[in-house]
């Protein structure tokens, strides 16, 4: 019972540890690196040989600032550490993740799509799919969004690819991108 239990908690922190390298996006809250991460589902299972967590039902992963809910979200690492994670939204719902960034008070990255989230710890690159959007808050106002049926986001260079198909590649035809930049004041 006890060897139960004892493995039961390693594996508990050991899939709470996989889940907190996701996501870190748009200059993320350097103070969040070093906060606990926290995911509560209905359910979480992990497999050691294929090193793949999946937690399903009501998804909430805390981390410092960042918060990520989704219906279900599946984490993999690689034999290199690297870590894989996709976030799925339930039928006719939204993933989505919302995260203070760093060099302000008051400034936010909120994402959302209405299919899945992926991200890649190793090239820091997140994919939103279907009714993607990417808004960056200051002081509570917009500053920059971002609208297409895929989104995707290089935390590192803090560069966009929208396109308006879930392909990653705009087709004729079958809808349109939407980005608004908001001038700059620079006096504030």
């Given at each position: 019972?006890?060897?139960n ?6 594996r ?12 870190q ?10 906060k ?16 793949t ?6 998804v909430v ?50 994402g ?38 895929f989104v ?7 560069f ?16 349109r ?7 700059r004041?620079?006096?504030?």
């Amino acid at each position: 019972m006890k060897n139960n239990l004892l493995s039961h908690i390693i594996r508990s922190s050991f899939a709470a540890l996989m889940a907190a390298v996701m996501l870190q996006a748009a200059h993320a809250e350097k103070a969040d690196f070093d906060k606990p991460t926290q995911v509560e589902a209905n359910q979480g299972t992990y497999d050691e040989s294929k090193q793949t967590n999946v937690f399903t039902g009501n998804v909430v992963l805390t981390r410092g600032t960042l918060i990520m809910h989704a219906d279900k979200m599946t984490v993999r690492k690689d034999a290199a550490g690297n870590q894989f994670a996709t976030l799925y939204a339930a039928p006719g719902g939204v993933t989505k993740f919302r995260q203070k960034r760093d060099g302000g008070k008051d400034m936010w990255i909120d994402g959302s799509a209405s299919d899945r989230i992926e991200y890649d710890t190793k090239t820091e690159i997140a994919k939103l799919f279907k009714n993607a959007k990417i808004k960056m808050t200051e002081a509570g106002k917009i500053t920059d969004e971002v609208e297409g049926e895929f989104v995707s986001y290089d935390s590192r260079t803090e560069f966009y690819t929208v396109t308006n198909s879930t392909s990653g590649e705009s087709k004729p035809g079958t809808g349109r991108v939407r980005v608004v930049i908001q001038p700059r004041n620079a006096e504030k």
